[in-house]
């Protein structure tokens, strides 16, 4: 099972809980948690986990030859990125930075002065929870593979890392039981890319009006993805949980879980410290009897 | 006048809070326009207590593309060696928008993935792909009962180019400033380092880090702070919700005191914040002691801000 977790608003926990629940799912399936959020990944930071690369995400980069080139300029007016800069009589100039790999000018040039060269735009790590607390003996208990994509500052494709971070972690599935997503904030490409593919969207908010109104906007993005989707409540003992439970019952979408705010949650997370809570163990349970579920059904048909 | 970028890389440090804060102290003795420049999930008009309906005028943006596939032009070339077999819209999409579908025979678009880049259309021998104009966002300008405008974006939900959508954004808030002989343009950037934040903080004056005392928050800042380097526009941090872990702010002092970035003010761990946010009220507005705290920035940040050149 793929299970999603994202929400909107940045801020919301959805970090805190991926992890946590990942901790706490891991007890028993063997879990792949996948770090989407390629912008500003820090889950392998509340986790404590080891860092190891294991390959680079490339982009496509066209290379430019002078001497094939006639100055036609047919290269940059099909740059929708205005990566392409041509004066007048000069060769034509690629703005690497611009270059968001799409491959048009390289379609285009008729005499075969662009070719195929490529940048590194990001990577894709893996590690294993070395959580200090934790004797050798509870750590051979969990089954927990970290893998998240990172790219590089100054990149602006950023869904290309999450494709790749998306298909590297497919390639593993059929290892794991669970795959859980943490996706970045908002409702953009992205997270879009991270949530291809799943088979339930956990969207995390808070109980305020920024909350609804993010929640809203995530909500309407998964039923254009048309994905099975259920609300998750942090701190939904601060601010005014009617608000999230009108939104839950105008988009026809329930509450799987309620997590309140604690000042002992918020200091965990700043010491780096995953979060175990009673809550977030009844949604592993919750999601487990799913995934069971699931499971015999896939037998019945079999 | 100059344009402040306040920015955090990790969502939730507090930056809405404080360029909500900010914008309102500044705009006691200063001409301002406020920029929510978050076009996914834009909160910072919410926080000043503008509800979308209470803004002047929506209108449609108009910055995006989609591609459009036509069966019949498609199906035309099934015996064309160019193309039959080769799928080359599938080869030439980067984005894996289009993948083929066996039963139909033919290519599948996914939208939500197109960037609209126009790769596969002239990659297409039959012309069956064609680039069609989009509307993937809105843009709003709205007046606070703080006596600034505020100029907010909405990106259409499932369409992409949100670089492009803050943009527009922006020109539109420079047309605003000029006719309001503006002194500062407050932007609230998006989560992230991705193209959004990027096209908040290329071009910006000064960038103002807002991060709080977590050993998460603190790696997005580091990679927040490789990007308005790769700009080189002069910054300075706030540490917000220092309360929480005291040992870890004083890490970040030191931090910020190795890499010559200016602190210019820490604002404590306090629930008030969250109400504040609940009654949709800025910090400085809901609760008066707050006040002192965003002077001290305002005033330190001012303060930088006289030495760097104005372009
Ligand atoms: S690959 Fe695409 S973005 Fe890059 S220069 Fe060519 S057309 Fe422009
Ligand atoms: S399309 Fe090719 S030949 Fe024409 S200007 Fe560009 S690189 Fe030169
Ligand atoms: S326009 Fe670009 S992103 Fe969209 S389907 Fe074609 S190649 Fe892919
Ligand atoms: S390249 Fe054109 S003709 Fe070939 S499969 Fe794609 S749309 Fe059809």
Known sequence: MKIAVTGGKGGTGKSTISTALALELSKENRLLLVDADVECPDDHIILSTTREKVKDVHALLPRFNQEKCIKCGCCADVCKENAVVMVKDKYPFIVTRQCNGCGACLLVCSSGALSEGRKVIGAIYQGESQLPTRTNKERDKYNLLLIWGEMDVGCETTSLVVNATREYADALASDYDCILIDTAAGTHCNVISAMIGVDLALAVTEPTPLGKHDLELILQLLKIMELPTQIIVNKYDVGNLDLIENASKNNDVSIIQKIPYERDILKKHSRGQPVVHKNIEELANTLVSKLNHEGQEGGLQK | ?311
């Open chain 2, 1 to 311: 006048m100059k344009t402040i970028t306040v920015l955090s890389g990790k969502g939730g440090a507090g930056k809405s809070t404080l360029a909500a804060s900010l914008s309102v102290m500044l705009a006691k003795d200063n001409k301002i326009v406020a920029v929510d420049c978050d076009a996914d999930a834009p909160n910072l008009a919410l926080v000043l207590g503008l509800y979308e309906e209470n803004f002047d005028n929506w209108e449609s943006l108009i910055t995006g593309e989609k591609i459009q596939l036509s069966k019949e032009k498609c199906q035309s070339l099934k015996f064309c060696p160019k193309c039959q077999g080769l799928r080359k819209c599938v080869e030439a999409c980067k984005y894996s928008a289009i993948t083929w579908n066996q039963e139909e025979e033919l290519p599948e678009i996914n939208e939500l993935l197109c960037v609209g880049c126009g790769a596969c259309e002239l990659a297409c021998p039959t012309g069956a792909l064609t680039l069609k104009k989009v509307e993937n966002g809105s843009l709003g300008v709205g007046k606070t009962q703080y006596g600034f405008p505020i100029v907010s974006g909405q990106l259409k939900i499932g369409e992409s180019g949100s670089g492009k959508v803050v943009n527009e954004l922006r020109i539109r808030a420079s047309k605003i400033a000029e006719d309001i002989q503006a002194d500062y343009m407050i932007l609230d950037a998006a989560a992230g380092i991705g193209c959004p934040v990027i096209a908040s903080v290329r071009g910006s004056d000064y960038v103002i880090l807002v991060t709080e005392p977590t050993p998460a928050a603190f790696w997005d800042l580091k990679r927040a702070i490789e990007l308005v380097d790769h700009f080189n526009i002069p910054c300075a941090a706030v540490i917000n919700r220092w309360g929480i872990n005291r040992d870890f702010t004083a890490h970040l002092q030191d931090y910020f005191k190795t890499n010559q970035i200016p602190v210019l003010g820490l604002i404590p761990y306090d629930v008030r914040f969250v109400r504040a946010l609940v009654n949709l009220k800025p910090a400085v507005v809901y609760e008066k002691n707050f006040r002192p705290i965003f002077k001290q920035i305002m005033e330190n940040c001012l303060f930088q801000m006289q030495n760097i050149p104005l372009y």
